[in-house]
């Protein structure tokens, strides 16, 4: 509590919050549309989430609880020095469990737990426009979102088709928001593009490098970018997960000798832990449990 | 001739916990269009600017934010309220204006007036606070689109008779077009520029 004294609530003066909080406001009444704001220098470098965090610092009161999530897991080195960045400038509250959190921040992933009313899911994007890679003039995007034309989009998945014979893309997928703005969900994989889609929670996107924050307010359509004779679809795991046994969850592999042994376990670590706490135990949980595995095979 | 009382008192008690509040309020409101917001920490600003509208003042606006002002908030304590605490300038001008305040009862002139923003870069428009007798009670309106889960019935008391069609003109030209901060006592309602709005 004694460190904070040197520092406004939360890290940015209130000048800088009510610039990001303007910009919050016009994002969330215009689903989709990336809002430039004067983002500023923060205490880390540029892609270590510097948008999500002003647009934390911005939104964050005394009263909230705080998750931070980098790849679904709650305590890998991004996840756990923002938390301890929130901790120190703003005294907050923090925790792993996604129920219990008001704010969640996350690289790349979405928690598998359904999110509700109350919540609001902070994204860290890097490179906030979806044209970036098929026009790099910031100028002509501009004017391809104010002209809704996106055939470019279209025929990036067009050439996936033809060079492998499905979209490749598996991350990062275009969306369209509300049937207006074509819109990068973030680094995250196409597995968690269905839950964006008339999320309950309200969803904010801040891009600290490119300097742009945009959002998709709560119960609003959010489609990924497909054709007819090639509709969408998430990948899809042949395996549970090998801690909890859970299905139709993101797995991430995991090396585990330099044998070929891997392990197949989920990436959301607080939504695994609830359920071996639950009694849920996959094949590789423990000896016991694998032991049993290997007799009934 | 306004006191001096007036225009030096009435801001926030605690500056950065209170706009905070007032913030996430005005937050929640605009993702969840229509539904009704207490600001827990209420502004005092001069008559005849309300609690809840000057207190949006005060969370929102600064010297980036040029302010407009109704010929009767011109005219009272306000325009030196708002530039005491907050260092926005009034201007004359509807679409140079970020922020437009109206007292209770105002004429509201036709929304095409402020600024509207433009086809590349639709957040530069205009916020409307109209303050009103109160937000219950009046003509029934149903409004749909993002953040309304099944519609949701609004009925603000003492909106301008035409104020549907002026609504349905401004959702005509999404995305361009203001956002509304609907405000009585210490209470909001915010429409964004998507709800879509019709009588019952």
């Given at each position: ?7 406004n609530?939360?890290?940015l003066?209130?000048?800088?919050k009510r610039m ?7 994002a969330?009444?215009i689903?989709g ?7 500023r220098e923060?205490?880390m ?5 510097t948008g999500g965090v002003?647009v ?13 999530i980098d790849?679904?897991a709650?305590d890998?080195?991004?996840?756990v020095s923002?938390?301890?960045f ?6 907050v509250?923090?925790?792993t469990?996604t129920a219990d959190a ?8 979405i928690?598998?737990?359904k ?14 426009e ?7 003039r910031?100028?002509e995007?501009?004017?391809m ?10 025929v ?5 088709i033809?060079?492998?014979?499905h ?13 207006r703005y074509?819109m990068?969900?973030?680094p995250?994989?196409?597995f968690d593009?269905p839950?964006m889609h008339m999320?309950e929670a309200?969803?904010l996107?801040g891009a ?6 945009y959002a998709?307010?709560?119960y609003t359509e959010?489609?990924?970018?497909d054709?007819?004779?090639?509709p969408?679809?998430v990948?899809?795991?042949?395996r549970?997960c090998?801690?909890c ?10 090396v585990?000798?330099?044998k070929?042994g891997r ?6 670590t ?8 639950h009694g849920?135990?996959?094949a590789?949980?423990a ?5 049993s ?5 | 001739?306004s006191?001096?009382s007036?225009?030096y008192?009435?801001?926030?008690a605690?500056?950065v ?13 605009f993702?969840r269009?229509?539904t009704?917001?207490?600001l827990?920490?209420?502004a005092s600003p001069?008559?005849p600017l ?5 207190a ?24 030196k309220?708002?530039?005491f605490?907050?260092?926005?300038a ?13 007292e209770?009862g105002?004429?509201v002139p036709g ?9 590349e870069y639709p957040?530069r428009?205009t ?5 009103v007798?109160?937000l219950?009670g009046?003509?029934p309106l149903?409004g749909?689109g993002p953040g309304i889960?099944n ?8 909106l301008p008779d035409?104020?549907l069609?002026?609504w349905?003109a ?5 995305p361009r077009?203001?956002?509304l ?7 909001v309602?915010?429409l964004p520029?998507?709800?879509k709005?019709?009588?019952?």
């Open positions: 509590m004694n460190d904070l004294a040197n520092y609530f939360a890290y003066d209130e000048q800088t990001i909080r303007r910009a919050i406001l016009k969330i009444a689903p549309y990336q809002v430039p704001f004067a983002s923060m205490p470098p540029y892609g270590w989430g002003q934390t610092a911005s939104i964050l009161g005394p009263s909230d609880v705080l998750k931070v790849q679904g709650d890998t080195t991004n996840a923002i938390r301890a929130f901790q120190k400038v703003a005294n509250a923090v925790t469990r008001t704010i969640i921040q996350t690289r790349h992933r928690p598998e737990e999110l509700g009313e109350g919540q609001t899911l902070v994204y860290q994007v890097p490179i906030p979806p044209l970036r890679f098929l026009e790099p910031e100028t995007t501009r004017k979102h104010a002209l809704e034309e996106y055939g470019l989009m279209h990036k998945l067009y050439e996936d033809a060079r492998n014979g979209i490749a893309t598996t991350y990062a997928y275009p969306v369209k928001v509300e049937g074509v990068d969900p973030s995250t994989p196409k593009n839950k999320s309200l969803q996107f600290g490098r490119e300097k742009r924050i998709v307010p709560p959010v489609v990924s970018l054709f007819e004779d090639h969408f679809e990948q899809k795991f042949d549970p090998a801690l046994g859970a299905e139709n969850v993101y797995l991430d592999e995991v585990l000798d330099d070929g392990m197949f376990v989920c990436s959301d607080d939504h695994c832990e609830d359920r071996r706490a849920h135990a996959g590789m949980l000896p016991a449990a694998k032991e595995q290997e007799a009934a095979e | 001739m006191t001096q007036q225009i008192g009435g801001a926030f605690e500056p916990f209170e706009a905070q509040a007032v913030f996430r309020t005005l937050m929640d409101c993702a269009p229509g009704i917001g207490r827990s920490t209420a001069p008559p309300g609690e809840a509208s000057g949006v003042a005060l969370t929102l606006c600064d010297h980036d934010t040029p302010v407009w002002l109704s010929p009767a908030l011109s005219k009272s304590a306000a325009p309220w708002i530039a605490h907050t260092g926005a009034v201007t004359d001008t509807k679409n140079e204006a970020r922020f437009a305040f109206f209770k105002a004429a929304f095409d007036q402020f600024g509207l923003g433009s086809q957040d428009s916020t409307l606070v109209v303050e007798e109160a219950e009046g003509q149903i749909r889960k519609g949701i019935v609004i009925a603000p008391k003492g035409v104020f069609d002026l349905t401004n959702r005509a030209i999404f077009g203001i956002d901060v609907v405000t009585s006592g210490e209470t309602l915010c520029r998507t709800t709005l019709e009588r019952e």
